[in-house]
């Protein structure tokens, strides 16, 4: 019994290690729908969503994360608006893609999403809040053609805007508070990329503000000299230093802010939190170096390397045009995610936390066309398979000696 259980387990061993490389070659699938062409995988990933957002997803992610509610409806609002891009504006697909949007954004500019953020903070209702509302409305925007936009929501973002702007150009600290007494560089860099996106879709009047926002932040940089995971409400000088999940997250949003500094900052997060575990890459959570625990912002971290940190990391190394890191990135997820799903339908971690699939497709969807697919090298699987090699020929000899027929002993 024992020779046939452990055989069993090297089997599962060995057909886990082959299903892994065969995931690190994944590629998207486009396909054609209404004359576009699309990401089928993306496309399937947000059907998914789709559902569960209609049933309570939000609402389940909240009692779960501090501001999942919000989360989980601007991640759903952006990588509809990415897909809806590209897309012809006069058919059906455009069109309910559009309603999903603005379906999102209404629950975000809601009392329900309002609800535990503060009013009387110097950025209404803080910046987390303002942040993400105005950037997801923003980016509805921008999709649409600026005719046919609606003039409430164009007074709303421009009110938003200069709510933002106010703080900046009248505060000392570059950071406004998310909640009284508690300020994060993420948050407010959510505020200035708002900013940066009005100036692309409306007559420009921020490029000073955001200057000076850049120029306060660059007063209060850490010892790393990267923007801080969390700050001094008062002061905007670090209290802890920068972190892997907020690092990945502030990249995606810098660069529409400032080109210049958002490849500075990603010089040195390249340096310090993109690491290779056997062979495949992934973002720490903390600097090399350091350790520390999990938490919400983390998601689990194994072996230094960050769940949330490398997810979001996989959209940050697309934007930098590390092509390399991001197939990696979006590779392992592929493979270590138990991606499932129907034709029309895809979840990871078999739907049972849709905040991941929230953030999988919003690192997914720069994918939106065959123009835009990622590529790599060759080799860049290469120290993974050379130990999967290794391993599975171990295996292989292991499994003969033990099933190996014993020899017949002589009798004299």
Partial sequence: MFKFVFSFLLVLIL?????LNYKLYYQPRFISIEGSEVNADLYRQLNFLEEEMHKSAADDMQAVFPEGFIFMNALYGLSLTELAAPLKHNTAFYHHAHDEIQWAF????????????????????????TGWTSYVLGKKLSIEEPALRDTV??????????????????????????????????????????????????????????QRWIGKVNENLDTTGLMPHSVNAITGRPMQNAR????????????????????????????????????????????????GDR????????WGVGASASIVGLRATVLAGDETTAIGLRNSLEAFGIPTGTKDQKKFLFGKLPMA????????????????????????????????????????????RIWKPKGKSKVA
């Fill in 15 to 19: 057909t886990l290690l082959s299903y």
């Fill in 153 to 210: 929501e164009i007074s709303f973002f421009e009110s938003r805007c200069k709510e933002i702007a106010a703080f900046i150009d009248s505060e000392k600290t570059p950071y406004a508070e998310s909640y009284p007494g508690y300020a994060w560089p993420a948050d407010m860099t959510l505020c200035a990329a708002a900013l940066a996106l009005h100036d692309k879709i409306r007559a420009p009047k921020f490029q000073g503000t955001i």
């Fill in 357 to 400: 699939d929230a953030f999988i497709a919003w690192s997914n969807s720069t994918e939106t066309s065959t123009n835009k697919t990622l590529k790599a090298g060759i080799w860049w699987r290469s120290v993974f398979q050379l130990y999967s090699f290794a391993t599975l020929t171990f295996i292989v000899l292991l499994l003969v």
């Fill in 244 to 291: 892997g999940s907020s690092q990945s997250l502030m990249l995606n949003f810098l660069w529409d802010v400032d080109t210049s500094f958002a490849k500075r900052q990603f010089d040195i997060y390249q340096k310090i939190f993109l690491v290779k575990r056997l062979g495949l890459p992934g973002t720490r959570e903390y600097p090399k170096g350091v350790e």
């Fill in 106 to 129: 209404a629950h975000m500019n809601s009392d329900k999403g309002r609800i535990i953020f503060d009013k009387s903070l110097k950025i209404p209702y803080g910046a987390f809040y």
């Fill in 295 to 302: 938490d919400s912002d983390s998601g689990p971290v194994v």
